[in-house]
């Protein structure tokens, strides 16, 4: 199957952990997403896209096979969805649905490392992900697959150990077992698919991917302004987080004084605010960035 002809298609998920926050990255990127008359599939009225929306572990292979052209995914299901077929090409990280997938154990388990999994029975949703990372740890052990609900497995007697996503770690702690070794650390990705579309749509694909890149860049990123005395310019620029070389200007009739402009890419707090008021930093702004390219 190939590309809807005339119409790109950006599979995402369709409700979960993923779906407001990926649709959020597709509206941000100037789409106007408008629901059909069908729940499966969103239209973007002022471009030929549109949006798939699916279980999220459905989205790899869409993207491989090229039914769809974009997708947005964790790298979670996208690691465990390889399977030594065709695969989709990871754009950018997008900085949101963060998780870890880690070992957990209770405390009957002697735990001192992976080599402590030997002989056991391991639970997951992640079978091929935990097969490959037994395999690199020279670990034997078995793996009992679990659609959900993998967390009661060691207190069903079922395994000794399981392998799960953790995000607060709320979950593990509410059934008796510690986290330990990490697996994978996993956001949500963009992907891309090994087909190319129809070539008039290459150039609309190409840029909905640079529009998304300015976006995840201006997410958390900031704008600040400030007076400073020259004296101190090289200290204050020196407390602006992940600024790089930034703008100086003089101030009208003030030749101690110079205003300062820079783009933060970390975040700004008001600790950061606090110490460059030490530094002698003062009218203070800091401003969100909406697009950046
Ligand atoms: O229906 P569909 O198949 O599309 O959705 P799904 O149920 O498979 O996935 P969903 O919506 O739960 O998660 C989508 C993606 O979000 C995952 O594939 C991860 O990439 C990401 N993500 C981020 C998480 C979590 N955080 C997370 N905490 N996915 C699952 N969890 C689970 C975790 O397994 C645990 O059981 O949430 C539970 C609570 O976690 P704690 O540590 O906060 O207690
Ligand atoms: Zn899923």
Request: contains cysteine; hydrophobic residues 45%; negative net charge.
């Amino acid at each position: 199957m190939s590309t809807v002809e005339g119409r790109l298609r950006i599979a995402v998920q369709k409700s979960g952990r993923l779906s407001e926050r990926s649709l959020d990255l597709v509206r941000d990127a100037g789409l106007r997403v408008v629901k059909g008359n069908n729940d499966l599939l969103y239209r973007v009225e002022n471009y030929p896209i549109d949006l798939l929306r699916v279980r999220d572990d459905d989205i790899p292979t869409f993207v491989a096979d090229g039914v769809c052209d974009l997708g947005i995914v964790g790298e979670n299901v996208l690691e465990e969805g390889r399977n030594g077929g065709p695969t989709a090409q990871v754009i950018m990280p997008l900085g949101f649905g963060r998780c870890t997938l880690k070992i957990a154990v209770p405390p009957t388990l002697d735990y001192a490392g992976p080599a402590s999994l030997d002989g056991k029975r391991i639970a997951t949703s992640y079978p091929r992900i935990l097969r490959r990372y037994l395999e690199a740890q020279g670990v034997s052990a078995d793996i009992v697959t679990m659609r959900g609900a993998v967390e009661v497995a060691p207190r069903l007697k079922l395994a000794h150990a399981i392998c799960d996503l953790v995000s607060t770690g709320a979950t593990i702690e509410a059934n008796g077992l510690s986290a330990r070794d990490t697996v994978l650390e996993s956001q949500a990705v963009l992907i891309r698919s090994p087909v190319s579309p129809e070539p008039r749509l290459a150039e609309l694909l190409d840029s909905i991917i640079e529009r998304m890149s300015g976006v995840v860049a201006s997410q958390g990123a900031k704008y600040v302004m400030l007076n400073a005395p020259r004296a101190a310019l090289d200290r204050i620029t020196a407390i602006l987080p992940g600024a790089g070389a930034p703008t100086v200007m003089p101030l009208s009739g003030r030749d101690d004084a110079v205003a300062v402009h820079a783009v933060c890419q970390e975040a700004v707090f008001w600790e950061t605010l606090e110490k460059l008021k030490e530094a002698g930093a003062s009218a203070i702004l800091v401003l969100p960035i909406e697009k950046m390219m």
